[in-house]
């Protein structure tokens, strides 16, 4: 690196471009990360009164033995933080749908939240509109080939990027 190179980056001739197919494509896949979020939030506010992550909350919690998970958990399976998760916890908490409570733990405190029979009964009543959304928007647009390779291709891209989070983050979600 020639001294007059800003530190941290590299020579112009040492980065690695994309070719012009490589552009396009990564210009679909930050399209589709850009716009498929913000449609199914509107249908989940609309049909549901959550957003998208939310909803997942809710979901993580339905499938969890007794409904019922320690937020960092359920952070975990939320893909979110674990601050964002308390933040929905309470709104969430707010509606009915789901119940707060601090355990005692050896070593500190843990939180844990369940899902209350009505949060179970407005799950039930969202998941047939989102079902349904998830289908027009991917399922129903892509041939079963095309899914599978975006299914493929999605798991990969999220290794790589869960791989490269400080195992704190992993392990508790608050990153």
């Avoid at 070719?19 to 249908?43: E, G, K, Y």
């Avoid at 749908?97 to 500190?108: F, K, M």
Wanted: aromatic share 4%; glycine share 6%.
């Amino acid at each position: 690196m020639s001294n007059d190179t800003p530190r941290g980056t590299t020579p112009e001739h040492d980065v690695p471009w994309l070719s012009p197919d490589q552009q396009r494509d990564w210009r679909a896949l930050i399209a589709l990360i850009m716009t498929l979020p913000p449609a199914l939030d509107a249908q989940l506010k609309r049909d549901g009164g959550v957003n998208g992550f939310e909803y997942h909350v809710l979901a993580a919690l339905s499938e969890a033995p007794h409904r019922t998970l320690v937020l960092s958990n359920l952070a975990a399976l939320a893909q979110g933080s674990l601050s964002r998760v308390s933040h929905a916890i309470t709104r969430l908490e707010r509606a009915g749908w789901v119940e707060r409570r601090s355990l005692p733990n050896r070593g500190g405190r843990h939180t844990e939240a369940r899902l209350t029979d009505a949060g179970f009964a407005k799950l039930e009543e969202i998941v047939p509109g989102h079902v349904r959304e998830a289908r027009r928007l991917v399922v129903d647009a892509l041939t079963p080939e095309q899914l599978a390779a975006l299914g493929d291709a999605a798991r990969a891209i999220t290794a790589v990027t869960m791989a490269e989070q400080p195992e704190t983050c992993r392990e508790s979600g608050d990153c």
